[in-house]
């Protein structure tokens, strides 16, 4: 089993070997409500630590609901045009209207996201009051733990925030009797850059694997800097992490030679997790697992294939053209890569307009950055160690959700059983770690940054760097006989010859390099660019998949964040909790 394991028990779970040491006497007839624990049994060092668990194990979900799950394949990457919520219409319905840009305040799957967000909060809040009474922790270990549980809330809160925007915010000093009556118009970018402030200072360099250390709450400081547009402020501390960090277990950051290794299981723990959410499998709930992406899987394969269902999040069609490079093996800025003569040949196209004849597909002969065969599974590339893919046969709906299958965070044939929970209705948990925060995409953001303070020399050695790794052409993909799968062409850039020229590779950059790890909509907000890039891409995408986008469309001023849950609003009334416009 995986290091840090542990961490996937919930509190309840781990408390409850607490609770053996407990002898009868007369208070045996005084009864906790249930669920609940006496303080006594918290006020431990040993009750504390149970407590912090538990409140990393809200990292991976506490629901169980998919939306849910750390990886925001629906807000984030689904939303951000990356990819199509996939299979049929009639499968998970719920979401159809969620893709369109058509979300309700009563869409059941973001109130358990509003949930499993604030139960996270609420843990970490647990966690610093039992701290605040505990009588056997000693100062080092105080901040330790306090600086943990702080980051931890800095990291749901910053969820939340950049989810819904108006949320609640309150810290262990209110009694859940007024959580109530705390309104959504707080100041939660100060609430989540105190906690990550404190925890910067609080926090051990190293730990064990699978914790937070102060270099993951230095590179969170800078994404938070940087969703406020604070581009000084964060290049600060994105230069303090690139020239410092290292991970919980001492490794000096650094790209992994092997795009491939980022997603593999057997190398967990590597140089570029910067914050990741641990993964397991055998311990009795597949919510320890990767059950977030459970349906996350090419459809139906049998054998031949990873989880034999359901086909859920396929890669968009415009997404698989983005990858398209010149060629110098630069990509294509300008955004032709969508025209007619630069898109990607799919087999959707060719089985609808060749009379249904797949056998006579041939690949797309033109170059390509490799990373796309990293990222989405395409008819005749070896999907992993699996068989090729077969096209039509890992599709269950080519005009509803396209060609393509999802390739990243998938397990390998060879891993079946020993790096997967088979226990339930799926073989598809997975259990490799989701990575919340990666050394490239802090090396995009600090491009980013430096951009802002003019410094484009810098923004292009750390773009170069990516591009880098990228063209190890040791590590593309290969056919059978050891050659290319397709015609891969990548280069660094020369020069970065202005803003405008710097701004546009970055942002494509991440894009390429990120794809389907749920950062694609949210950044697309924070540049203020969702209305315009949304709107092209269901106007590029509904030409192929009518059924699912025709008439669909984004409204600037209202999509840029979801609505708050209807339930909530219920609860706490709408002179608390005010809707967010449009809504």
């Not at 750390?462 to 590590?475: F, G, P, Q």
Request: aromatic letters at 12%; proline letters at 4%; a negative charge.
């Amino acid at each position: 089993m995986k290091t840090m394991t542990k961490f996937k028990k919930t509190s309840v779970i781990a408390m409850s070997l607490l609770m053996f040491g407990v002898s009868c006497s007369d208070e045996f007839l005084e009864v906790l409500p249930t669920g609940s624990l006496a303080d006594a049994q918290v006020g431990t060092k040993d009750g504390i630590e149970g407590l912090l668990i538990g409140t990393y194990a809200a990292l991976n979900g506490v629901f169980g609901n998919r939306f849910e799950g750390p990886n925001h394949w629906v807000t984030g990457s689904i939303l951000g045009g990356e990819a199509n919520k996939g299979t049929d219409a009639g499968d998970y319905s719920s979401i159809n209207p969620v893709q369109r840009y058509e979300t309700d305040p009563t869409q059941g799957d973001l109130n358990l996201l509003w949930n499993g967000r604030f139960e996270g909060v609420s843990r970490a809040n647990t966690v610093l009051r039992a701290l605040s009474s505990a009588t056997d922790v000693t100062a080092a270990d105080a901040a330790r733990i306090s600086g943990e549980a702080r980051m931890l809330r800095g990291h749901f809160y910053f969820d939340l925030k950049k989810h819904f925007n108006q949320i609640p915010v309150f810290d262990e000093t209110v009694l859940a009797a007024d959580i109530p009556l705390v309104p959504n118009n707080g100041d939660a970018w100060a609430q989540i850059e105190a906690d990550f402030q404190y925890a910067y200072d609080n926090l051990p360099s190293t730990t064990d694997a699978g914790r937070v250390n102060k270099w993951a709450a230095a590179a969170y400081m800078g994404k938070a800097k940087l969703f406020q547009q604070k581009f000084a402020e964060a290049k600060t501390w994105f230069d303090d992490v690139i020239a410092n960090g290292v991970t919980s277990n001492g490794l000096k950051y650094a790209l992994l030679d092997d795009y491939a290794q980022i997603y593999n299981a057997e190398n967990d723990n590597h140089a570029e997790a910067v914050m990741d959410v641990e993964s397991a499998n055998n311990t009795g709930s597949t919510q320890n697992a990767n059950y977030y992406d459970d349906l996350n899987y090419p459809y139906n394969t049998g054998p031949d294939g990873p989880g034999n269902c359901c086909g859920f999040f396929q890669p968009s069609i415009e997404l698989s053209n983005s990858f398209r490079t010149g060629a110098d093996g630069l990509p294509l800025l300008d955004g032709s890569y969508n025209n007619p003569e630069n898109e990607v040949d799919n087999i959707y196209r060719h089985v609808f307009t060749n009379g249904n004849d797949e056998a006579t597909f041939v690949e797309d002969p033109d170059p390509l950055d490799p990373r796309i065969d990293h990222s989405i599974g395409r008819k005749g590339i070896p999907y992993l160690d699996w068989i090729e893919h077969p096209g039509s046969a890992w599709i269950r709906s080519f005009p509803y959700a396209g060609p393509y299958s999802p390739k990243k965070y998938i397990y390998y044939r060879s891993q079946e059983n020993s790096f997967t929970d088979g226990s339930s209705w799926t073989r598809g948990y997975a259990t490799m770690n989701y990575t919340i925060i990666r050394y490239a995409d802090v090396l995009l953001m600090a491009a980013e940054a430096e951009i802002e303070a003019g410094t484009l020399d810098k923004a292009l050695e750390y773009v170069n760097l990516v591009r880098a790794r990228a063209a190890n052409s040791e590590h593309w993909v290969k056919n059978a006989d050891g050659t290319d799968a397709a015609n891969y062409v990548i280069s660094e850039y020369t020069s970065f010859p202005n803003k405008d020229f710097a701004t546009a590779a970055v942002r494509l950059e991440r894009k390429l390099e990120l794809s389907g790890e749920g950062h694609r909509f949210f950044d697309l907000v924070r540049w203020g660019v969702a209305a315009q890039e949304l709107n092209d891409y269901l106007a590029y995408e509904s030409q192929y998949l009518v059924t699912k986008f025709g008439g669909a469309s984004f409204t600037g001023g209202k999509n840029e964040f979801y609505p708050i849950p209807q339930t909530q609003i219920d609860i706490q009334g709408s002179d608390v909790l005010s809707q967010n416009p449009g809504y």
